[in-house]
């Protein structure tokens, strides 16, 4: 484990996977995480559930993650990404992010049982490991409003070559 990063696990039972992040999540599990659920999308998941209770921080790259999973989710007629119970410094980094609106915690889901798979750190490819902090901050920087406006400016130190669209 890479020392400050948290651990992510997995259980899958039938269409529903349910992720459990403990410590913190960050950038250094957005790969692991974001290959781990797409696989599992392909394979016929379509309900996906992020326990938070037990994390104490989550950063940009992470909640970007998170939203471009939800977005594939949506794509195949699943249900919205679930948030489960957040923690309050979960609950605080949303809210500051102004992500309420777009990462909505859930009430209740259904229990999903099974063996634990824990993620594993391998960001030894760093091409990917670098497109997936972009395309993570990209989502954010497409949401409406004052939540991506933040996230614009991150692109475009991010992508410094391409133009703005008020450039075109």
């Not at 249900?79 to 209740?108: H, N, Q």
């Amino acid at each position: 484990m890479v020392a400050g990063v948290g651990t992510v696990r997995y259980v899958r039972a039938g269409q529903a996977i349910a992720f459990h992040v403990a410590g913190r999540g960050v950038m250094q599990h957005g790969l692991p995480l974001r290959r781990a659920a797409e696989n599992l999308l392909e394979s016929g998941v379509r309900q996906v559930s992020v326990h938070l209770r037990e994390c104490a921080y989550m950063d940009s790259t992470f909640l970007g993650t998170l939203l471009k999973i939800g977005k594939k989710l949506e794509e195949k007629g699943g249900s919205p990404i679930a948030l489960v119970d957040p923690s309050p410094a979960c609950a605080k980094i949303i809210r500051e992010m102004g992500l309420g609106e777009f990462i909505v915690p859930a009430d209740k889901v259904p229990e999903v049982v099974g063996p634990w798979v824990a993620l594993t750190i391998d960001n030894s490819d760093t091409n990917s490991f670098r497109r997936n902090i972009t395309e993570a901050h990209d989502e954010l920087a497409t949401l409406p409003g004052q939540a991506g406006e933040q996230f614009r400016g991150v692109m475009r130190c991010l992508r410094p070559g391409e133009k703005k669209p008020t450039d075109q």
